[in-house]
């Protein structure tokens, strides 16, 4: 009699043991989607509706349910982010769901390490959403996936049956870039001129902190002078509506430039429908390296233009 209750308490509902390493009906899955330098990743098993009537029958209306099978489905976030527009801070929760014909609950429980929602406890919550239920392409095993994916943001979606559950996740990743520049120009990155010249071109691009960034292209230029951080320092100075001094440094930089690195700025200067200034590179290019192949394939595009 003991030895068949123990074998009963090793099982599942269905059957498998938990003894061995074998194949499970719902099997586990994880989907990672990075969104800036932040990293959501959710770790969970795929039951099977295999032609079941799932919601309101299978998974009760109105109550907790594991949204997933097996083992707590997980959520991770590596940074702090925003759910719905809640705060939510970085680390790993138990995803819980309360399903509903017209509004669902999505949970984060601080307790990630259950089986299922049978011993959830909602002191243990660290943020309830309510969202909509939107209907969906039948699936017959659940998922999970990352939809409208942008720069700082991105819609975690479970779907299983005809319901598709979208919960979205904000990131501030402009914020969070900044902090994390700084502590890496904390330590060996500080002593070469290529961590500022990342540093001060992730601000440029993002049009942020442009007082940073050319204290950061300076940090650069002072520990190597080149043609990267000379033209990126014109470009700064040009954002910030200094023109003349940002011609100077422009100047300066191309001329400091290679053949090559001559060529790729007249072709970016095309792709900038600045057509004029790239053929005169193109020109000043041949003439200064004058057995260069970049040289030639220069005069080749300055001959196309004219026909």
Known sequence: VML???FVSAQTA??????????????HATVMQRIGITDITVNYHRPLANGRQIWGKVVP??????AGANENTTITFTDPVTIEGQPLDKGTYGLHMIPGE???TVIFSKNSKEWG????????DALRVNVKPQPAEASNALAYDFDDVKPDSAVVTMRWDKVAVPFKVDVKVNDLVTASIHRQLHGLNQYYWEGW???????LANKINLDEALKDEDQSIQSEERYDNLLNKSKILEAMGRK?????FRAKALDKASDIQLYFYARQLQGDKKQDEALAIFRSTAKKFPNSWTSHMGMARVYSAQG
């Not at 269905?14 to 499970?24: A, F, S, V």
């Not at 010249?197 to 601000?203: K, L, N, P, T, V």
């Open 4 to 6: 068949s209750a123990s």
């Open 14 to 27: 269905t059957g498998e043991t938990l003894m061995l390493d074998l194949p499970r009906a719902s099997q």
């Open 61 to 66: 209306y109105g109550q907790v349910w594991r």
């Open 102 to 104: 017209n509004q669902w």
């Open 117 to 124: 929602s049978f011993s959830y406890k909602q002191e243990d």
């Open 197 to 203: 010249d990342d540093a001060a071109g992730y601000f």
């Open 244 to 248: 003349q001094d940002a011609e100077m």
